[in-house]
């Protein structure tokens, strides 16, 4: 019995040993103290024992039972261990590591500055108006004082659609639907894709305009001053001014044309001012009271100012840029340096 006892509990330790992982070792288990495993087939054998002999034979196999059992145990807690610390090397991370490089894109540097001067002059109040870039006839001239025969058409050369419909020339149609839905004040921006037939360095058959529109009472030149140096201080740098110089356009009167400081050299003169310190960016003036009265607003309470900016153009002075071209061709070398 000694014996069987011994070599049952040798087999066992040498398999426990062996056992690779939790798996083999719960057969292990299970094939010496499971209900049908060896050291219970002894235990059954009991009954066969002479009864002075039981006590010690009961405490060999207690001790044998004992043996096998802290040795499960112990490999048991080793295996676990081992299965843990593989884990842990499995899901180990190298925060040390450099991030993976993903490329990202950005954002068109017309939608860029587009969104620069939406975000400048939302930031003094202005609200926006997106208007259609197919317009009447009526809205894109005639109500800007524009009739028919108005040589001033000639300042645009026109896509017409058909004698009625024309692409918009101007986002400056937008003024007449902001003021014919809503009484003074008023205060919109209507930034826009407009259209002319025209095609040079600087030109474009499409570009983008966006038009400001201020009707209040008391609204003057002055405030028209005011706001725009703000605007170009905040779009060119602190220190640039503007100046106001006569110009005509039908929808405004009087109307100026508007440059700004040299923000290169500072007004010395150089390349981009051609050598004057100033810069042309934009038209604007006090809105010609036949507009405002079309549009049913008494002009003897109100008065407004508008102003129209080409986006394009603001993008070509801010990154350096000297042919329209360049932004509408998606070359992504160029279009991949602009990103403010
Ligand atoms: N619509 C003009 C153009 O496209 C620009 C312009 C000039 C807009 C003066 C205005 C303005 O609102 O007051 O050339």
Not at 241 to 254: D, G, M, N, V, W
Not at 260 to 277: D, E, H, N
Not at 283 to 302: H, P, Q, R, S, W
């Amino acid at each position: 019995m000694k014996e069987k006892l011994q070599s049952i509990r040798e087999q066992a330790i040498a398999d426990i040993e062996n056992s690779a992982n939790l798996e083999t070792l719960n057969e292990v288990r299970m094939s010496i103290l499971g209900k049908k495993g060896e050291l219970s087939a002894v235990l059954k054998g009991m009954k066969d024992v002479a009864p002075e002999d039981r006590p010690k034979v009961g405490q060999w196999v207690n001790e044998t039972k004992e043996a096998i059992e802290s040795a499960l145990d112990e490999k048991k807690k080793m295996l676990e261990e081992e299965k843990l610390r593989l884990r842990y090397e499995s899901e180990k991370i190298d925060v040390t590591m450099p991030a993976e490089q993903r490329a990202h894109g950005n954002l068109h540097p017309i939608t860029q500055v587009r969104n620069q001067l939406t975000d400048i002059f939302g930031s003094m109040g202005f609200e926006v108006y997106e208007g259609a870039e197919i317009e009447t006839d009526y809205y894109n001239f005639t109500a800007l004082n524009t009739p028919q025969d108005h040589p001033a058409r000639d300042m645009q050369d026109t896509f017409y659609l058909s004698p009625e419909f024309l692409l918009r020339t101007q986002t400056s149609a937008g003024q007449i639907h902001v003021m014919e839905a809503k009484k003074p004040p008023i205060k919109v921006i209507s930034p826009g894709k407009v259209f002319r037939s025209d095609d040079d360095a600087t030109h474009s058959p499409m570009f983008t305009q966006m038009e400001g529109l201020v009707v209040d009472e008391g609204i003057t030149l002055c405030d028209l001053k005011g706001m725009l140096d703000e605007f170009v201080q905040e779009i060119f740098g602190k220190g640039t001014t503007t100046r106001l110089r006569p110009s005509y356009f039908p929808f405004t009167e009087p109307s100026v044309e508007v440059d700004v400081s040299c923000f290169q050299c500072g007004g010395k003169g150089c390349k981009l001012c051609k050598g004057t310190g100033w810069i042309e960016v934009l038209g604007a003036g006090m809105v010609n009271k036949k507009v405002l009265e079309g549009c049913n607003i008494d002009t003897d309470v109100y008065s407004g100012f508008a102003f129209g900016i080409g986006v394009e153009r603001i993008a070509m002075l801010k990154y350096g840029i000297n042919n329209i071209k360049l932004l509408f061709e998606s070359d992504l070398r160029v279009l991949k340096q602009i990103d403010d």
